[in-house]
């Protein structure tokens, strides 16, 4: 049987694709962005009331720098979807968890009476 | 050592499934990193989960007093003190994570030009952001334990007197607790925040590790005779996620 990885051939272990440089201008605008959703949450901190609504504009903008850091620092946006939707669909589910946890914790707040 | 160039041969021709070649088109090491990174995502959902758990069962207590306000805590600032400057601090070290990451993408950028010189200095301004945030995040828990935040009880308990006092404060006012402010609250709020700014921490402290010595080796051109630069975009991979970890920490502890 042949192996792949003998000096001079191809070997997926070892393979390295060619890295491409997208330059730096997106990746200033990403930090601009980031830096920009920052400022608006320390403004909307003080500007709005403590409550659902504000909670859930600081829960929005979390994903969106989330997606900012993943798809553009991360280099996610240029990966395969193959490798993206592995890394990605998981995550999803934690949003579930997330959801039934909250709802259970606040039954426990209300039973503890 | 294994041979890295990139000639192409009767292996690229192969259909992307049959084996031999890469599907998702990334080499063993960053897919690994990828996985990595994953499973660490889960690491740390427990953690938030655990903590919206605890926070939501207690709303209300007739027993205690309910989860703290974190503006009426986190109100502190280096050099200023007494004055109420409740999220200033931290904006102040989100911004430097966020500034810290992107020198390391400029870094990751510059390798794939296979420039050193300015592999090595963006690397340099990452691993300095990198020290400032755990600085800043040594001066928060120094803080907060001078306050009275303890693993095992939970003195936060504002009581109505507390939160009155609290309510009349604005951005940058005069602040000290007064007797009968505070009571005791639920427990594991100041345990959940050791643990996950913590552990967090403890992740960048790694990744600045990792950064020194990834730049130690793209200084003494070990990626030069390389080839590639690949090693500091992994390096890079982790960085961000740890900037992306930080992200909801920020929001779930901080914000809300």
Same mark, same amino acid.
């Given at each position: 049987m042949e192996f792949y990885n003998k000096p001079g051939e191809y070997d997926a272990i070892n393979y390295i694709p060619p890295g491409e440089s997208h330059g730096t201008k997106e990746l200033w605008k990403t930090f601009w962005i980031l830096l920009g959703i920052t400022i608006f949450d320390f403004i909307i901190y003080f500007a709005m009331d403590p409550g659902g609504w504000r909670n859930f504009i600081f829960i929005f903008f979390g994903l969106v720098k989330a997606y900012f850091i993943v798809g553009a620092f991360m280099h996610m946006k240029y990966e395969k979807i193959t490798l993206a939707l592995i890394i990605l669909v998981p995550v999803v589910f934690i949003f579930g968890l997330i959801a039934g946890l909250l709802y259970e914790g606040n039954a426990i707040t209300w039973a503890k009476w | 050592m294994a041979n890295h160039s990139q000639t192409p041969n =009767?292996?690229?021709?192969? &259909?992307?499934? =049959? /084996? /031999?070649?890469?599907p998702f088109n990334v080499s063993y090491g960053k897919l690994m990193m990828w996985i990595f990174l994953l499973s660490d995502a889960f690491t740390f959902s427990s953690l938030l989960v655990q903590y919206g758990a605890q926070r939501f069962s207690n709303v209300v207590s007739p027993i205690t007093t309910e989860w703290p306000d974190p503006a009426s805590i986190f109100n502190h600032f280096p050099f200023m003190h007494? @004055?109420? @400057?409740?999220l200033l601090f931290v904006s102040v070290m989100t911004f430097i994570l966020i500034a810290s990451s992107v020198t390391m993408v400029l870094a990751v950028e510059a390798g794939h030009r296979k420039s050193k010189k300015e592999v090595v200095r963006y690397m340099v301004y990452t691993i300095i952001g990198g020290a400032a945030f755990l600085g800043c995040q040594a001066w928060e828990w120094v803080t907060f334990i001078h306050e009275g935040a303890r693993l095992d009880s939970n &003195?936060? /308990?504002? &009581?109505a007197q507390g939160k009155e006092h609290l309510g009349k404060l604005s951005f940058g006012d005069h602040f000290e607790w007064m007797l009968g402010d505070r009571t005791n609250g639920p427990v594991p709020f100041a345990a959940l925040f050791f643990i996950v700014t913590g552990f967090h921490g403890f992740h960048v402290f790694s990744g600045v590790v990792i950064n020194v010595v990834v730049t130690i080796m793209a200084y003494k051109g070990v990626f030069e005779k390389r080839g590639h630069y690949e090693m500091i975009e992994k390096a890079g991979l982790y960085w961000h996620f740890v900037d992306l970890v930080w992200v909801f920490v920020f929001t779930f502890f901080y914000l809300i």
């Open positions: - | =009767a292996f690229e021709n192969q &259909t992307m499934w =049959a /084996g /031999g070649r890469s007494g @004055l109420h @400057l409740p &003195t936060f /308990g504002i &009581t």
